[in-house]
């Protein structure tokens, strides 16, 4: 089955990290370019990073740029969203899409809970 499975969500205080994974399984995510999004209530869901397949360059919304990193493991098969001073504002549920040619995939998300 192919799939992607997101891990490492929680909660966590204000000034807190956590370190999020995406595993693929039934595909390698060598060739595929990953997105991290998030999604909180009442809200649109919106791009938070993305590292391109070609070249390995990386991208983040302004809002978390300089706390969060992206990085691939592709001994692991995985993609990794470390997330450091983590604010209230970004608690949501973080999905990881991959896309490669007309192959996309989408997880089931992992919740972040930022609370005191």
């Known amino acids: 089955q192919l799939q992607l499975v997101e891990s490492g969500g929680g909660l966590v205080q204000p000034g807190g990290s956590l370190r999020l994974s995406c595993a693929a399984s039934?595909?390698?995510?060598?060739?595929?370019?990953i997105a991290w999004f998030r999604q909180a209530p009442g809200k649109e869901r919106e791009g938070v990073s993305c590292?391109?397949?070609?070249?390995?360059?990386?991208n983040y919304v302004d809002s978390v740029k300089g706390r969060f990193t992206i990085s691939r493991d592709n001994a692991g098969n995985t993609v990794c969203l470390q997330m450091n001073s983590l604010k209230p504002e970004d608690t949501a549920l973080y999905y990881c899409n991959a896309k490669y040619l007309g192959f996309e995939y989408w997880g089931q998300g992992t919740q972040v809970t930022v609370s005191s």
């Open positions: 590292i391109n397949s070609a070249d390995g360059s990386t």
């Open positions: 039934g595909f390698t995510l060598d060739h595929y370019s």
